[in-house]
Structures are given as C-alpha cells and as structure tokens.
C-alpha cells in the first residue's frame, strides 16, 4: 500500500508541480504576481473534489465510460489552453517586443494560467482523492497510504520547487527556450493520455504497438512512473498515442513560432503606454 | 523583489524533503527486501522444526493454523498437512522457495527434502500478511522522516531567519536614516560577512559628508570671493558718479576689478573642468619640455614687468595628457612663482626624463623653482586646498583667489602623477615638483 501510494501520488503531484514550476518561471519573466497560483490550487482542489465525489454519476455518462471520456475531454482542454498559452506568451514577449500592453495581455495570460492548473488538479486531484478515500476506509491501509502519499507529494512538489528555482537561475535566453521543452513536452504527454483514454473507452480503435519497452524500464517501477510524469513514457504506445504525443509537442511548438510572427500593432503599445504601464 | 529568506527557506526544505524522502524510500525497499529474507530463513526454521517433530506431534501443534500451511508427504503418500490445505501437494516437489495460489491468496512456499526420514516437507506462508506485517515495521521508521518534515521547516525558518537578522537590523538601520544624517551604521557584534559591508558604506557616508561639507564651503567661499570684486566695483562707480574729475584713476581701479572677477571666474570654471566626474579625457602623447617654452613665451611679460630671471633647463620629454589642462598647471604654477617671487628674483623651470629605476615605466618631471617668499613646511598640508590663502602679508598683498594649486593638484590627479613641494636651493623659496608618467620614444 506504502508504494503503491507513493508511486500514484507522486506521480500526479510531479506532473502538476512541473506544470506549476514552468508556468510561475514564465508569470515571473512576464511581471504577473505568483497570486494566481493559490487562486487556481484553491479551484483545482474544488473541482477535484466534486468530480471525486460524482465518479460514480460521471462514469455511467456515455454509456458507462464517463470517466475516460471526461479524463480525455480535461487532457484536451489542457492541451488547446497551453497552446493558447504559448501563443499569448510569444505575441508578447516582453523581451523581443518590449511595446506590447503589458496589462492586457498579461490579464489574458493569467487567466490561461489560471485555468490551466485548475484543470490539471482537477484531474489528478480527483484520481488521488478516489485512491485515498478508497483505501482510507481499512484501518490495517490508513497508515502506510497516509504515509506514503505524504512521501509522494513531498518528493513532487520539493522536485517542482527546485525545478522552479533551477529555471530562475537559467539565463534570460535560456529559460524560454528550456520552459518552452517542458511544456510543450507536458502537451505531448497530455494528447498521448488523451488518446489513450478514449481507447479505452472504445471511442477510437486500438492501433498497432510501436514497441515494448517494459523489460528496460517497465512502467510500474519508480522509474516508469518518474518517466510518465516527466514526459509521458509508455512502455508500450501504440501508433495512435505516439502520433498524439508528438502532434502534442508539435502544437505547442508551432503556437510559439506562430507567436513570434504576429506583430503587436503600434496603437496598442500607444494604450499601454497611456495607461502607464 | 525576491526574499532571500524565503529563498533559503523554501530551496532548503525542498531539498532535503526531497532526498530524505528518496533515502526513505530507498530504505524502505531495502528494508522489504531485508525482511523477505529474514521471513524466509523463519520458514526454513519453522520447515525444519515440522521435519523434526514425529506426526502425531503435528496434529496437535501445528493442525489449525491459518496463515502458515504444510505437508508432508512420503513416496507421493501424504503423511500429514494442516487442515487449510488440500490432498494435493501446494507446489511442485522441487527442493527450494517458489510462490503458489490457493484458498484465494498468494503464498510464500519453501519445499524441502528430509533425507534421512526420506520425506519432503512442503511449508507455506501467506505473501499478504508477510507483507503487511514487514510494511508495518518499516512504516515506523519512515513516519518520523515524514513527520520530521515541519519540524525541519520550522527549525530552518528559525535559524535562516537569525542568520539573516544582522542583514536585517542593516536594513532598518539604512531605511531609518533621516535625509541629513551621516552618522556612520553601527552594528552591535557584526557578522565577518557583513563587517567588509558595513565598512564600505560607513567609508562612504564618510566621504558624502565631507563631500558635502567641501561643497558648502566651496559655494560659501565662492560667493565670498565673488562678493569682494563687485563690492570694489560697485564702490568705485558710486566714486565716479560722485567725482566724475576722477576718471581716469577710476577707470584704471575698475579695469583691475573687472580682470581680477575675470580671473576668478576663469579658474572657477578650470576647477569645475578638472574634477574627475567633468573632465573630458583626451589624451595625447605631448612634450611637456616644448609646452612649457610656449607658456613661458605667452607668460614672459609678466616676468619682465618683474625684471625676473626666468631660466629653461631640460630635454624633450613625452607623456601622455590632455594638452589643455597640462597648460592650465603649468601657467598657475608660473603665474604663483611670478606673483610670489620679489623684483629681481629667479625662477628656474627643468623638465626632463628621470633615469628609470624601481619599474620600467619611464618618469617625467617638471619642476619650477624660484627665490620667493617660500612657504612654512607646516602650512604644505593647507596649500591645495580651496580657497586656502596662507596668512602671510606678502601673501594678502598679492592678487589671487587661492584655487591655483587646487587646480594643479587635481590636473596631476587626473594624470596619475604625483605633486611635492619643498624649499627651493635658493636662501629663500619655494620647488613644486609635479612627477608623471612618461612615454618611450
């Protein structure tokens, strides 16, 4: 129960504190104050909550994969609010377009921000609470899931906060492009589970396997889990979940080139200027 | 604005949560695999000792039990088994530890061959129960890590926050510092970190208020000086308005008013030039030997008013300035030699290379010498400073505003020279020699 606790934690804590580090790096860069952070933890845990609470309702939604299906519909949602958020991001880049509105555009990158995380812990909140309040009830599992939860979130969010001080110490013209990995890795990751769940949930058909890798690393060691978290391994993808993982990584990747091209019109960095920021 | 202290604070917890945390998961896989071993030589045991013991002896023993299993079997006849097992054997009868499914759990099994009753002796203990009872054990020793946590927090924040206190009270100090007080910042029983920073800047609220205080009594003494000539001026146009028959001694005495406020102005304006903060860097290489015959030339009437011998002694010698100040130093030098000097004196002028001798720069010097009223060696210390007048009544006598030396003092600064003074060879007098880099030919 210890591991199997500290591996199911961790790992959704990881994913969530990476998530978190790389976009509190880019709210720094961009002058939005870290506030929004506690503002989205307070709704993702919410949201967490309530959809813990409905599982049951929710899993009998469309024919008795509810579930899978609302899973993919958030990793979705993430996936198109990075994107939109990396399109943000790059429009006003702050050091290659220093005349852009600086309030209007950082209220709209907030708001992704905001709704990013709310989403992600809403979705791997709720898989925590369903664990724990599934094992909690067996006096004999309290402790060492209790336990080991505890050491899983402690690993994801001290590795989160390292990673977000480790991001500040990058260089100006590193940690862009080192941020920019990272999410664009958290999109691949995103529409690889994406897939993956709705293959589950027989809405697509199964495809061929591109390979097996379990035997090196399988996915139910520490490490396997470490993996998932950090850039969405599977031992075993299938054609469609490695498509899906690599057109994730594309997006995110083409929003920032996209970004880049669109020039701020000169009126709006004449309003910023007026509104004094 | 970043916080150091939640900085050390936050970067500090996280990092050893992080690695006590992986210790502690490393020592519980270590600890599992530990105790796999130890519940294996128990069944080893626990085989043996059922080999051991003759069967009726196991009916009444080892019978019920619930979470352990055996049997015992000769020549596939089986000889005896607790009453959770079936007929059949619970694995193969291969000598060694093996895993086996039956009454709905995994169990641990270890088949063992008794050669000398010629039987084998099949054990079996629940997978489940091993586990769960090793994993309690072991969770003990981890909670205390996991509890530890805040208590780690907190004892961090504490000793952060009392390693950074002295940075702290520095703060406070610094931020509660009225607008005029240069009062230097005291620390009581300073960190050795922190002695070098408040050193600097109690050295440098030092300089700002001397700083300060010259500023003031620069504009203090400027008005003064500037106040004298214009109340001669103003004097001498009431006379003339009074006694227009006094024209032309009038106009004479206004004349002198006029050039004596010009003067002034003048070196004002070379003393602003020369400080470092306004002065323009354009150095050239210059021979001070030919600059100091030009000046002597435009300089020569004054000498000749005087009927004073003005000698030029030396050799072309290279340095590297800025050709405009380097004439403001030496005509103030000349120009106090030619006012401090009597009628009929001398004043000799050398310029020449200085043979090298500590380091391979070169070395060039200038040097003025005359037959004046000298200077006491204890007033040396006051004569660069400005404004500073010797109180002597040769000195009060003679026309000047006492910046001269000031100016040539920061012109040898800005040159990275070196100025001294002493008595001149001659009975009485005064020798400025300026000393500066030369360059090679």
Known sequence: MFLNSVVLVLQEALEAALLISVLLVFSKHYQIKPRWVLVSIGLGSMGALIFALNMALVSEWFDYVGQEVINALIQFSILFLLGLLVLSLSINNPFIKPNTNVIKSNLWIMVCMILLVCLAITREGSEIFIYIGGVINQPSYAQPTLAGSGIGAGIGISAGVLIYYGLLGVTRNKVTAISLSLLSLVGGNMASQAVLLLTQADWLPYSQILWDSSAQIPENSVIGHLLYALIGYEATPSLFQFSAYLGGISLILIFWLLGKLIDVPSTMALDAENTGY | ?441
């Open chain 2, 1 to 441: 604005m970043r916080s150091t202290r939640v900085f050390l604070i936050v970067a500090i917890l996280a990092t050893l949560t992080l690695f006590n945390f992986l210790a502690a998961l490393q020592g519980y896989n270590s600890s599992l695999n530990e105790a796999e071993k130890l519940f294996d030589n128990q069944l080893l045991d626990t085989t043996k000792l059922i080999s051991s013991l003759h069967p009726s002896q196991h009916k009444n023993s080892l019978t019920h039990l619930n979470d352990m299993a055996y049997q015992i079997w000769h020549h596939n006849k089986l000889l005896g088994a607790s009453s959770n097992v079936q007929k059949e054997p619970i694995t193969a009868l291969h000598p060694g530890f093996g895993y086996a499914n039956f009454n709905g759990y995994r169990w641990r099994t270890l088949v063992y061959f008794d050669e000398l009753q010629d039987r084998w002796i099949i054990t079996a203990e629940r997978t489940d129960l091993r586990f769960s009872l090793a994993e309690n054990v072991i969770i003990k020793a981890v909670l205390p890590i996991l509890l530890g946590i805040p208590l780690i927090g907190f004892l961090i924040w504490f000793i952060v926050s009392q390693g950074l206190k002295p940075l702290r009270d520095l703060s406070d100090q610094l931020k509660n510092k009225q607008v005029n007080d240069l009062s230097p910042i005291e620390l009581p029983d300073p960190q050795k970190e922190l002695e070098h920073v408040i050193y600097s800047i109690n050295s440098l609220i030092k300089r700002l208020g001397e700083a300060l205080e010259r500023e003031k009594r620069f504009t203090a003494d400027a008005a003064h000086e500037l106040r004298t000539p214009i109340s001669a001026l103003k004097i001498q146009l009431h006379n003339l308005k009074n006694d227009p028959t006094s024209g032309e001694e009038t106009f004479l005495q206004l004349q002198s008013g006029v050039e004596r406020m010009q003067h002034l102005v003048e070196q004002l304006l070379s003393l602003y030039r020369s400080t470092p903060s306004e002065f323009s860097n354009n150095f050239t290489p210059i021979n001070l030997y030919q600059l100091a015959q030009e000046v002597i030339a435009e300089q020569h009437l004054s000498f000749e008013q005087k009927h004073q011998s003005l000698e030029l002694t030396g050799t072309e010698s290279l340095i590297n300035g800025d050709l405009f100040s380097l004439q403001t130093l030496m005509q103030n030098l000349l120009s106090n030699a030619n006012k401090y000097t009597p009628n009929n004196g001398t004043i000799k002028v050398s310029v020449s290379n200085l043979s090298q001798q500590l380091d391979d720069t070169p070395k060039v010097y200038l040097k003025i010498e005359d037959s004046g009223i000298g200077i006491d060696p204890t007033d040396y210390h006051k004569i660069y400073e400005r404004f500073q007048r010797l109180n002597k009544k040769d000195v009060a006598a003679t026309p000047g505003c006492g910046l001269g030396l000031t100016i040539v003092r920061h012109i040898v600064e800005l040159h990275g020279g070196s100025i001294h003074i002493s008595p001149s060879s001659f009975p009485s007098g005064t020798t400025f020699t300026v000393l500066f880099d030369g360059l090679n030919k």
